[in-house]
């Protein structure tokens, strides 16, 4: 075994007891104080008073939910434990949207699999209306055997998506570069499961087997306790009264990722990228996007 192997190991195995901690760690959330179910017609469920929420999807319908806060900022985690099985053509979507046709948003998207393959989780950030900044990943561990927490981290100056506490992806804030950022519209969380094997599993080359319906997600352990909830016009993070600073400690409006971060996200990308928009001159004949330039 070469010396690259077994650093690689040992790095899969901190990344493994992170997640454990992470999950141990993450506050219970209850949906039905902070969640709305939106649609699904009964297919989504709160169980457990308020410390799970189930969405199904059948042929009919899929089903979804949003918060009944809005931010504008925040380190928001929920765990997740996807569709198991055959779920081809099936999307998870967990992310967090303004309104509007130049909306902000900040997506996980888990697209299904056959039985045996793995997910792969779709990441995407829009600013103004315009996307198109598409990394994606395969995970290293069976998210459908177990919840795994996925979170945001959004300040005023990056986006840091993260899994079970590792960096998978960063979006920095380079305005003075001219490249806009999300930082003036309040956006919800969101949250459904839907049907899309026109594209989501091989291209849409695999079509959904609704005999393996109906297909379910579980969700537990939301946190916001750091985040600026935007009510009335004004954030609370600009008040005594923040819930994200109960704890006197609004350091995560500064957080950038710090040296081991940088480790790890580059470790993961090595690794487990299958897809960056920055690099697909393809997709992009007439130049890539001014923020993948180094």
């Known amino acids: 075994m070469t010396f690259q192997s077994v650093l690689s190991n040992k790095m899969a195995l901190a990344l493994v007891v992170l997640g454990i901690l992470v999950m141990a760690a993450a506050a219970a959330g209850n949906f039905n104080k902070d969640f709305d179910i939106t649609w699904g017609d009964g297919r989504a469920k709160m169980l457990n008073n308020g410390q799970l929420l189930t969405l199904s999807m ?3 319908s899929g089903s979804g939910f949003r918060s009944k806060k809005q931010y504008l900022f925040g380190k928001i985690d929920m765990q997740l434990k996807l569709v198991p099985g055959n ?3 099936t999307i998870t979507a967990y992310y967090l949207s303004s309104l509007g046709s130049a909306h902000d948003e900040i997506d996980f998207e888990f697209l299904g699999n056959l039985s045996g393959d793995p997910y792969i989780l779709h990441t995407n950030v829009f600013t103004q209306g315009k996307g198109n900044r598409e990394q994606q990943f395969f995970l290293w561990f069976d998210p459908t055997k177990d919840f795994h927490t996925y979170s945001i981290l959004w300040n005023p100056q990056s986006i840091i998506f993260s899994v079970d506490g590792t960096p998978i992806r960063e979006f920095e804030n380079l305005e003075s570069k001219g490249i806009a950022f999300p930082k003036s519209q309040a956006m919800w969380i969101y949250s459904s499961l839907w049907h899309a094997d026109g594209w989501a599993t091989r291209g849409g080359l695999v079509k959904t087997d609704w005999t393996q319906a109906p297909f379910t997600a579980s969700y537990r352990g939301f946190n916001d306790a750091q985040a600026c909830i ?22 995560w409006l500064s957080q950038s990722l710090d040296a081991m971060g940088q480790q790890r996200i580059k470790w993961v990308q090595k690794n487990y990228m299958i897809y960056n ?18």
């Open 277 to 294: 928009y920055c690099t697909d001159t393809k997709r992009f004949p007439q130049g890539l996007a001014p923020e993948c330039s180094p």
């Open 58 to 60: 059948d042929k009919t």
């Open 230 to 251: 935007w009510s009335s016009g004004s954030s609370s993070c600009s008040s005594s009264s923040s819930s994200s600073s109960s704890s006197g400690n609004n350091s």
């Open 87 to 89: 779920s081809a053509g």
